[in-house]
């Protein structure tokens, strides 16, 4: 694993002299990232469930855990240093193919593919683009089709507003249509790094064992020079086991569905950028919500039926145009909406004890030249309560936590 790392990093930091030609035209890889160092100061503890490596990916605060004096010992702060967000990335050209001006990228950063592999090299994108006149093809690992690429939040913190919008990346082919600023996106995706949850842990298998991509259709379109609007719905089928604990054969899956709408609005002093989000089972795309156990059809042989944990929100992000300074605010609000039928058994859920969460964050980022040095507090509220056989919380209370990050980001 780490000869391959250093081979395919040794590709990438060659990628500049990598150009050849071929039938006249050039070819070659264009060699980009940055290193970042984040300092941050956190108020309360978070969980590895609720935060990715050692905290550095922040979602929300651990509910209180008192010990036998009723100290909170969930309220104790911590402290880190973390580097494992530095990236490189290569933006590959090449001569056309198939009547298609073709492309690719490869990028990956140091982030681990868990938390025993901290500081671990891993794959965020790599694919391949082909471009016709109206018609864009893109094959390889790639950002969700939930997640807007053209329009997330500029925060400073590596979470860029999860919980409160779908975040992940997923192999897929990816078709998109236009005919001229408005556009159609049909994808069909599976899961790898983020995966649904289940009897086994988190693993892409589920999806997989159903034998149905994740299925995305969405269509955007502007509205004039500095206006632009687009949403799309989602559905994926996931089979969270093959056989029951008696070992009989169960053919019983969880279908889901999601949706969101965006819009960006670019003046010359702010930008705007707002996403309203309905999930079914979405926590493959690290928001609150999931699946459990809504009955068992036959007490024998142990086949268990299965429903959905769904959630809504909205997130809203606002950034200054200054091109040393930039001041920013990000704020986003999620909510728990129950389960599509009463839950009789096990649940496989992120958050399914927390009825609410709210967010906000400002920022401000000084730039010069290629260095920038950024600052943001982010407060996250969890509203911790009893789940109830509908899936909704009760006899809620609240715990906060302030994040005061510190970031140094040299890019090249």
Do not use: C
Not at 9 to 26: C, F, R
Not at 102 to 116: K, L, R
Not at 245 to 266: G, H, P, Q, Y
Not at 286 to 299: C, E, F, H, R
Request: net charge neutral; hydrophobic share 40%; glycine share 10%.
């Amino acid at each position: 694993m780490k000869r391959a790392a250093v081979i395919i990093a040794s590709l990438i930091l060659l990628g500049p002299q990598l150009v050849a030609q071929d039938d006249g035209q050039n070819w070659g890889i264009k060699l980009s990232g940055y290193v970042k160092t984040d300092i941050f100061y956190d108020t309360r503890q978070s969980s590895a469930s609720n935060g990715l490596r050692e905290g550095h990916f922040y979602l929300f605060p651990d509910d209180v855990l008192y010990d036998e004096e009723m100290n909170d010992l969930n309220a104790n702060p911590s402290f880190h240093i973390l580097n494992i967000q530095t990236r490189v990335r290569g933006d590959i050209t090449g001569p056309d193919a198939f009547g298609a001006k073709t492309s690719g990228a490869i990028e990956a950063e140091f982030f681990g593919t868990g938390e025993s592999d901290l500081n671990g090299f891993r794959l965020r994108h790599a694919y391949v683009k082909m471009d016709w006149t109206r018609v864009t093809l893109i094959a390889g690992q790639y950002w969700h089709p939930m997640f807007p690429a053209e329009n997330f939040p500029g925060t400073i913190s590596f979470n860029t507003g999860a919980p409160f919008l779908p975040f992940s990346r997923n192999p897929q082919v990816r078709f998109v249509y236009s005919p001229g600023k408005f556009s159609v996106t049909m994808v069909a995706y599976s899961q790898r790094d983020f995966s649904s949850g289940g009897p086994d842990g988190n693993s892409s298998k589920y999806i997989r064992n159903s034998g149905i991509p994740g299925l995305h259709f969405q269509v955007k379109a502007p509205a004039g020079e500095n206006l632009t609007a687009w949403g799309g719905i989602d559905f994926k089928v996931i089979r969270p086991e093959i056989r029951t604990t008696a070992n009989i054969e169960t053919d019983a899956t969880v279908s889901s569905m999601a949706a969101f709408a965006t819009l960006k609005l670019k003046t010359k002093p702010l930008n705007f950028s707002v996403m309203g989000v309905y999930g079914e089972n979405a926590s493959d795309m690290m928001m609150i919500g999931g699946y459990a156990v809504s009955g068992i059809t036959d007490p024998v042989d142990q086949i268990r039926e299965w429903t959905t944990m769904n959630n809504a929100g909205f997130w809203i992000d606002l950034s200054t145009n200054g091109k040393k300074a930039v001041f920013g605010l990000f704020s986003g609000y999620s909510k728990n909406l129950g389960s599509r039928e009463l839950v009789e058994g096990s649940v496989y859920a992120r958050g399914s004890n927390i009825d609410h969460l709210f967010r906000v964050s400002p920022r401000l980022s000084v730039t010069e030249g290629k260095l920038s040095i950024a600052a943001e507090i982010e407060t996250t509220l969890a509203a911790y309560g009893t789940m109830q056989s509908d899936g909704r919380v009760t006899d809620t209370h609240d715990v906060t936590n302030v994040r005061m990050l510190l970031s140094m980001i040299y890019r090249f």
